[in-house]
């Protein structure tokens, strides 16, 4: 099988830059690694020195800060496509942790492995910078959403920009998605009790907005969806001019 072709991440920077042969074989030798993890165990730990970075193959995971009493907040989740941990492998130790929420397929890269992709193909140096960079665009929504949006409308927004995400890797679109995560992982990530998110959905369902059940999230209608979530999909699809 051609990863070149097969890949998520390849698939996400292909469709912002035409990739080249030669970086396509480097994108290539960044997945020859390729590992398995189990569901609820973790694969970094907050506070672990001298991981790898993963490029998720296949599966959902979440990223989480521990708090001192037992308590986690879920920063974000990663799709198939998306890195984990390339910022820490640029520091002493990771500031937070990995948790798979079913099996999944990644493939391990090495700091010395990007180092050299980095001095090989300088282009999709900056390609994977700003892949990093919109996953940071996305973190800053996220603090917006818990800190000025209402629950209905935080709740829209974070499904919305799943679709969006998904939707660039072929496992979405505007009429929805297959989802794993439970009403707890929507509220570690929401600021929300359970109760609340389950109340949210619920409304959301009766107003004919969207529907998440049995692991899919089904958008009614996604027009007005977007008109209560407020949702401009600008921070997930700007490309800089070193790309273009």
Not at 17 to 42: I, K, M, P, W
Not at 124 to 153: F, K, N, P, Q
Not at 156 to 171: I, N, T
């Amino acid at each position: 099988m051609n990863i070149t072709a097969t890949s998520p991440l390849t698939r996400k920077l292909s469709a912002f830059v035409v990739l080249s042969e030669a970086e396509l074989v480097v994108l290539r030798r960044l997945h020859q690694r390729r590992r398995t993890f189990v569901a609820g165990r973790d694969m970094v730990h907050q506070g672990q020195s001298g991981q790898a970075a993963y490029i998720l193959s296949a599966g959902w995971v979440c990223s989480y800060k521990l708090q001192p009493d037992g308590t986690r907040q879920i920063v974000d989740f990663q799709v198939p496509g998306d890195f984990l941990g390339l910022r820490s492998v640029l520091l002493r130790t990771s500031d937070h942790s990995f948790e798979p929420i079913v099996d999944i397929e990644a493939a391990e890269v090495l700091t010395s492995d990007l180092l050299e992709a980095f001095a090989q193909t300088p282009r999709l140096a900056t390609a994977i910078l700003w892949a990093a960079s919109r996953d940071e665009a996305m973190v800053v929504e996220h603090l917006v959403g818990i800190g000025r949006r209402d629950a209905e409308a935080r709740m829209a927004h974070f499904l919305l920009e799943l679709g969006s995400r998904l939707a660039l890797v072929g496992m979405g679109g505007k009429e929805g998605y297959d989802c794993p995560l439970t009403q707890y992982h929507l509220a570690d990530a929401l600021g929300l009790s359970a109760v609340h998110v389950n109340r949210v959905l619920r409304q959301l369902r009766e107003d004919g907005l969207v529907t998440f059940r049995d692991g899919h999230v089904t958008f009614h209608d996604h027009g007005r969806l977007v008109e209560l979530a407020g949702f401009d999909p600008g921070y997930l699809d700007q490309i800089g001019p070193l790309l273009k």
